[in-house]
């Protein structure tokens, strides 16, 4: 009887609200643009960090991936399942990702791709995007270097379709 108390009173989406909550709490750290990315895309670290990193350059400005990067990014995109969700030129479940290089900064870019939870919790662009799609982004668990070359492949799409106009 006690138990199907606790079970009716804590939900999992009550428990996940009041988390989200705390980390809204959370104390703002200062820390600059670009810095933050490597740190909070590979270290895990605190969540206020998370909401920077779309300040700076757009990642179409400071791209130079090399074309072999892009290609290993568009593997990864056809086979972790991104492509279930986005597209380029369309909507799918996700926004559509052309044109993202010059919408987002590479640090942003890669914090969604590596921790799309604590994203829409922390960052305000984000949390805009989950209100507007109402689905929360999987963590497929890419590595760094994973992010990395989809990055490379979103700045190579982007260049493409801008040389076509
Ligand atoms: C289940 C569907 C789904 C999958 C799978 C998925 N995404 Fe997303 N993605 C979303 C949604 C929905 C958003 C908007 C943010 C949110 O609501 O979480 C998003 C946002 C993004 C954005 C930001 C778009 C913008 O306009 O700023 C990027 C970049 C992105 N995803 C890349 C990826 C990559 C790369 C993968 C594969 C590793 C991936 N996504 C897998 C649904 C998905």
């Known amino acids: 009887m006690n138990r199907n108390l606790q079970g009716a009173l804590l939900p999992g989406a009550l428990v996940l609200a009041l988390a989200v909550v705390a980390v809204g709490c959370g104390e703002r750290k200062d820390a600059g643009g670009g810095q933050v990315a490597s740190t909070a895309a590979t270290a895990g670290s605190p969540a206020a960090e998370f909401a920077h990193l779309n300040e700076g350059p757009r990642a179409a400005e400071s791209g130079h991936g090399a074309d072999a990067e892009a290609s290993a990014g568009e593997v990864l995109f056809k086979t972790k399942g991104c492509s279930a969700c986005h597209a380029f030129g369309r909507r799918v479940t996700g926004p559509d990702l052309n044109g993202v290089t ?53 700045e190579h799409q982007d260049r493409k379709s801008s040389d076509k106009h």
């Open 102 to 154: 010059h919408r987002r900064t590479e640090a942003w870019i890669q914090g969604q791709i590596l921790h799309p939870e604590e994203m829409v919790k922390n960052d305000s662009t984000s949390h805009a995007l989950f209100a507007v799609y109402a689905v929360q982004m999987p963590n497929l668990h890419l590595l760094p270097g994973d992010a990395r070359a989809l990055l490379t492949y979103f």
